[in-house]
């Protein structure tokens, strides 16, 4: 039965993390069923509960320093060392006792011998957030903040209830779950190992009990790269996908998101002379000042009063964007080289205080960056690649040695969980295209304008009066009424207006950026909205 529930706590998993499921074997289970008064492998702290009646389970309760649960490293059976595993079980505190307990996992290059060339990894999970000890590998980069997608603190650990806890290794990955408020979030990530589990261990110096401890392999066992989910498809493990191999496809598109994956979306472009090009995309926060209503102590007349005062905090933003990471790259800013934000959540930076106030209380009613699909597009550029995202132009990818050596081949890598559509080839260029450069609407993230649901006398592409426009639609019309100035000049030299950019996530802001070039002119096509209230005046 405890058994049953176990793997009840894994489905459940499966949807909450986004995480795909894959076919599982267990390697160990332990339901402290089967133990009397014989608990010879276990610390002397420990004893078997069994509360309610028939339900028992292990309850390890220290007197003054650490113990160790196992008195040496519970090692799994020889052969069954996984390298992908999911490692679940339940704990639960009494009333007063911390919070607080670590796991200790063990792993060996060879299994053969467990205790030579070990590598020992330490997480700990505390009501405050998890994390992983300096003896483990660095905490990851989005930590708590991103992957669950919330900044405050989290939910509390209940007196004497059960609270399930899970490791989910996938491809050199290591992620740390833990139930709050009925929901396994992800806490902490670590990665960059290849090496099998040997063994494990918990210690604590706080009272704990636990129970239904399962191990279950994903190693060595069949399956595919990708699960189909709707219209997108979802790894299974960390994957690379060929995008192209040679110059034969001038332009593929493709949509990805991370679903709050640790790891970063890579794009590798490899020369001809064997030299790899690449590109990370990985989630990140921000912070804003806003302004809240406190109990502030003061002194007043000799007296200390507390007064309900507007004072201005500093919040952090999780999940507000991606982080783009490689050679060449330029953010908006001239002091930002090697990377540059995109974001999906608006740029606060870019707004007056009142409306910075509005955008944080409702920050967490907008998609994250982890839950949103950044649409790509790969064009053929001599001997490189221009890349365009959600319809903007970012920068051409080439090789920038001594060598000039032309890109031959693009490959996507994705971690675990992340999603993908796509991608889409399409197999020449129109006659007209590098000498002008439509627009393609489609793939912006800005609000529908009044023209959705209307009949326009044409769509798709189209040439009109000379003039070439890609994907014509009514649904990707942009609303100018919806434009505003936002923030203007501040500190003498600075301008809010001009420095916004195109990836500032802007819902009020319809900005495009193209490939650099000396531009003529530029085409629109406009309709008028009927509707006397709206404001007439457009910049």
Known sequence: MKYRFALAALAALGVTAGVAAVEMQTVFEEGFDRYGYDLAQFNDACTIAEAPASLKSLRVRPVTNEVSVYRKPCELPQGTNPVDFDFAFRFRSPRDAERTFSIVLYFAADPAQPSKGRRTVRLTVAESGSSVGPSGLPRSTIARMQVTPRDYLLPPIPDNTWTRVLLRARNRTLSLYVERGGVLVREVSAEGWDEPLTGFNFSTRHALDLDDIVIQSASGVGRDDFLAQGDERIATHNVVLPLVNGDQTPRFSFAAKPNFIAAPMLLTFTTEAGENLVYTLKPFATSAKVNVRRDVTEQVDGRTVTTRKTVMETQMLPDAGYTLSGGNVRGHHVSQVGSMPL?????????????????????????????????????????GYALWIDGQYVMRIEDLS???????????????????????????????????????????????????????????????????????????????????ENRGSYMLECDGFLQRSAFDGMPDALLFQVPPAIYTRAYALCAVATNPARDTQVT
């Not at 974001?343 to 998609?367: C, F, G, H, I, S």
């Not at 889409?424 to 007209?432: C, F, G, L, Y």
């Open 343 to 383: 974001y999906v959540r608006p740029n606060t930076a870019r707004y007056l205080q009142k409306d910075v106030d509005r955008m944080v209380a409702e920050w967490e009613q907008t998609p994250g960056a982890s839950e949103t699909a950044l649409n790509f597009t790969l064009e053929r550029d001599g001997a």
């Open 402 to 484: 001594e060598a000039r050596s032309p890109v031959k081949s693009v490959s996507l890598t994705l971690p675990a969980g992340a999603a993908l559509r796509g991608p889409v080839m399409e197999s020449r260029r129109a006659a007209w295209e590098g000498l002008r450069y439509p627009l393609v609407l489609a793939h912006g993230r800005h609000p529908a304008g009044p023209l959705a649901g209307a009949k326009l006398p044409f769509d798709g592409d189209r040439v009109i009066e000379g003039v070439p426009f890609r994907g014509v639609n009514a649904a990707h019309a942009l609303d100018t009424g919806l434009c505003r």
